[in-house]
């Protein structure tokens, strides 16, 4: 199959380029990943949280079989995000089921799946509400610059990495692109694919300003005219300035620069860190224009995203990291700075 019109290769690296080669996903255990959820079930209410661990399954098969057991509608089931069938996840799901017993749960299990919790809660699960994903991650046949690598990891335990969308959020090959621009164009699309549509091509956006800022060294570095993240929050907040207060926060990791989720209308960085998103924008106008008509106002997501209990071990199949990010952040993004986009492309 041919490959979309969209280049898809990797941007710059922040940290030297990579200092090593691995097999990535041999078997599931080499990639396990456990969602976060940040808040505790109540224990009542009418759905059903499940706490289902899964092997070489995706979400949404998971979702209509929880639904066919249960005998509830599919828009019935509630899930924080959307978890790769390639590895071990461990993921959160909803059931809605109003003055209803619950079903033998375990009759759902299988040599894939097995439900390790079930608990009420009175609201459903919804997509974006978890804090974030743990991670633990066996590069195997690991070959390379041990040294590097270690100095490579302590760079980004302690100043985090460019936070890149995966090659996943955009499809095989970037198909979703070209169906974003055939939507654009006046095709008609099913509205759930429509918005996985939209979302890439402000996810590709994204991660072209993204790119930039990591070749002029300043992705995790405050501009003037930045837009801001608090770090753990979706609060942003806009500063022309960018002083000395704000750039050691930045440093700090309390706060992080931004780059825009492109939209009809939202917060745009001006000044020196404008120039570098507009530029972007502007040698993308069938992409840009296309959102500003079809997709919801601009939104923001930091440039960098610095991995909580960053751990790593060498071990004789292969060198095993340990961490957690936020929401949102991709496994992918860090990985690569280690081993390549060839590599690290399919987690």
Same mark, same amino acid.
């Given at each position: 199959?041919?490959?979309?019109?969209?280049?898809?290769?990797?941007?710059?690296?922040?940290?030297? =380029?990579?200092? %090593?080669?691995?097999?990535?996903?041999?078997?599931?255990?080499?990639?396990?990943? *456990?969602?976060?959820?940040?808040?505790?079930?109540?224990?009542?209410?009418?759905?059903?949280?499940?706490? +289902?661990?899964?092997?070489?399954?995706?979400?949404?098969? +998971?979702?209509?079989?929880?639904?066919?057991?249960?005998?509830?509608?599919?828009?019935?089931?509630?899930?924080?995000?959307?978890?790769?069938?390639?590895?071990?996840?461990?993921?959160?799901?909803?059931?809605?089921?109003?003055?209803?017993?619950?079903?033998?749960?375990? @009759?759902?299990?299988? *040599?894939?799946?097995?439900?390790?919790?079930?608990?009420?809660?009175?609201?459903? /699960?919804?997509? =974006?509400?978890?804090?974030?994903?743990?991670?633990?991650?066996?590069?195997?046949?690991?070959?390379?610059?041990?040294?590097?690598?270690?100095?490579?990891?302590?760079?980004?335990?302690?100043?985090?990495?460019?936070?890149?969308?995966?090659?996943?959020?955009?499809?095989?090959?970037?198909?979703?692109?070209?169906?974003?621009?055939?939507?654009?164009?006046?095709?008609?699309?099913?509205?759930?694919? !429509?918005? &996985?549509?939209?979302?890439?091509?402000?996810?590709?956006?994204?991660?072209? &300003?993204?790119?930039?800022?990591?070749?002029?060294?300043?992705?995790?570095?405050?501009?003037?005219?930045?837009?801001?993240?608090? $770090?753990?929050?979706?609060?942003?907040?806009?500063?022309? @300035?960018?002083?000395?207060? /704000?750039?050691?926060?930045?440093?700090?990791?309390?706060?992080?620069?931004?780059?825009?989720?492109? %939209?009809?209308? =939202?917060?745009?960085?001006?000044?020196?860190?404008?120039?570098?998103?507009?530029?972007?924008?502007?040698?993308?106008?069938?992409?840009?224009?296309?959102?500003?008509?079809?997709?919801?106002?601009?939104?923001?997501? !930091?440039?960098?995203?610095?991995?909580? *209990?960053?751990?790593?071990?060498?071990?004789?199949?292969?060198?095993?990291?340990?961490?957690?990010?936020?929401?949102?952040?991709? $496994?992918?993004?860090?990985?690569?700075?280690?081993?390549?986009?060839?590599? !690290?492309?399919? /987690?």
């Amino acid at each position: 199959m041919e490959s979309s019109g969209f280049d898809l290769i990797c941007g710059p690296y922040a940290h030297g =380029g990579p200092s %090593g080669s691995a097999d990535i996903k041999t078997i599931p255990d080499d990639f396990i990943v *456990e969602e976060i959820l940040g808040f505790e079930p109540e224990g009542n209410g009418e759905h059903v949280f499940l706490f +289902i661990e899964k092997i070489g399954e995706n979400t949404e098969y +998971i979702a209509r079989l929880l639904a066919r057991h249960a005998g509830v509608r599919q828009r019935d089931i509630g899930y924080a995000g959307l978890k790769d069938r390639h590895g071990r996840t461990r993921q959160w799901f909803s059931v809605w089921l109003p003055g209803k017993d619950d079903p033998d749960w375990s @009759a759902v299990e299988s *040599e894939t799946l097995t439900v390790l919790q079930a608990v009420r809660h009175p609201r459903k /699960l919804k997509r =974006g509400v978890l804090v974030g994903n743990r991670f633990e991650i066996l590069l195997r046949n690991w070959q390379g610059d041990r040294t590097q690598t270690e100095s490579q990891l302590r760079q980004i335990q302690a100043h985090g990495f460019p936070n890149y969308f995966g090659p996943q959020r955009f499809g095989h090959q970037g198909r979703n692109l070209e169906k974003a621009l055939a939507l654009f164009g006046g095709a008609k699309i099913k509205r759930e694919q !429509a918005s &996985i549509y939209l979302s890439a091509a402000r996810s590709y956006l994204f991660n072209l &300003i993204l790119a930039e800022r990591v070749r002029q060294g300043c992705w995790n570095r405050a501009l003037a005219g930045d837009v801001f993240k608090l $770090a753990a929050s979706n609060s942003v907040f806009a500063d022309e @300035a960018a002083d000395a207060g /704000l750039s050691a926060r930045v440093v700090a990791g309390e706060i992080h620069p931004t780059a825009v989720l492109y %939209g009809k209308s =939202g917060l745009f960085a001006v000044a020196d860190a404008g120039e570098i998103e507009q530029s972007v924008l502007n040698n993308n106008p069938l992409l840009v224009e296309g959102l500003r008509d079809h997709a919801d106002a601009a939104d923001r997501r !930091a440039l960098r995203a610095i991995p909580g *209990e960053l751990r790593w071990n060498w071990e004789s199949q292969g060198l095993r990291l340990v961490f957690s990010l936020p929401a949102g952040s991709y $496994a992918t993004a860090l990985v690569r700075e280690l081993v390549g986009c060839d590599n !690290a492309g399919d /987690l």
